[in-house]
């Protein structure tokens, strides 16, 4: 595919100058993810979804509680009751970590012993995790000096889940594998027909008896089978050969992802419809590659970014697709846990392909 975008390139520079529409997408493209990188690429870590497990009920517990709010880096749940229910928490995305104030907790640091706290976190981003850990422990020596104006005997035990060596490969292998299958099924779908219009043969094709819808089915089949054939060697490179672990089910992986392929495939024919050349589409499909790689929690947290940047990730499919990928391999969620996730992928992968269709039907009238 570079050497017929390079190819193309060269043939077609002087057409791309004299193009207003490849000028726009050249010039204005570029400036839009500038700002989009600017405002949603933020490593700094802050808004941990912590959920508190107070056995103890006293004073001092409820004061140490108040210990991690008002400083704008822990935001803090309900207080909960069921402790067995922790893991669920997590795997369902509820929350990022865990404070457990055992009973006893007021009695020990009365008579002098040392008052041991819980802390869990969830170590599927090794990041996150690592900060999340600092933060805690800087909370704990905050509320040391303001209980006694000196160090009490308190202590923190704290316990990284699904990724315990705080291996960034970890993390980040499942998430390529998602935004390079977006990017491959976007990009061939739309060049690939782009390029039969450019050649004549798909006007040739609208010509014959066949319908447009078998036309479509035919060209989505093929360019989702593709797909499936290149997560496979995403899957089978990223945790075989950087030796993650996987403890998810693959076959709700594979079913997830094919669910998730039917919202790039109706994008990339819906660029088809407004691309004049490939070029133009394959901007196109980097434009949209690129943003939702910014905004779909692939480099940082979205709960880390703006307000108003969190409203426009809920449209950004790959938002889905990460929770699902990241959460079955690493988490081991199950279907149930993931029914927000699917319903969304279901819905936007419907509105694409209808719309592609209605767009495609259209130019072939």
Known sequence: MLRIILAIIKKEAVQVLRDPMMLRIIIMMPLIQLFVMGYAVNFEVKNIRLAVYDLDNSADSRQLQSSFIGNGLFTIRQAE???LDIHRG???NIHDAAIIIKNGFARDIASGKAGR???VVDGANAFSASVAIGYASRVVYRFNQQRMGLDI?????EKRLYNPESKTVNFMVPGIAAVLLTMIAMMLTSMAIVRERERG???QLMVTPLPVSALIIGKVTTFA???F???SIFLLIGFNWFRIPFVGSWWLLYLLSFVYLFTPLGIGMLISTLARTQQQAMFFAWFFSV???LTGGFFTPISNMPKVVQYITLLNPLRYFLTIIRGISMKGATATMLIPETLALIAFGTAMLALSYLKFSKRAD
């Open 90 to 92: 997590f795997r369902e």
């Open 117 to 119: 706290i819980g802390f």
């Open 201 to 203: 043969t798909l006007e």
């Open 225 to 227: 089978l593709l797909g």
């Open 229 to 231: 054939l290149e997560l």
């Open 291 to 293: 943003f939702a790689m």
């Open 153 to 157: 005997p308190l202590s923190i035990r």
């Open 81 to 83: 009751s069921k402790i």
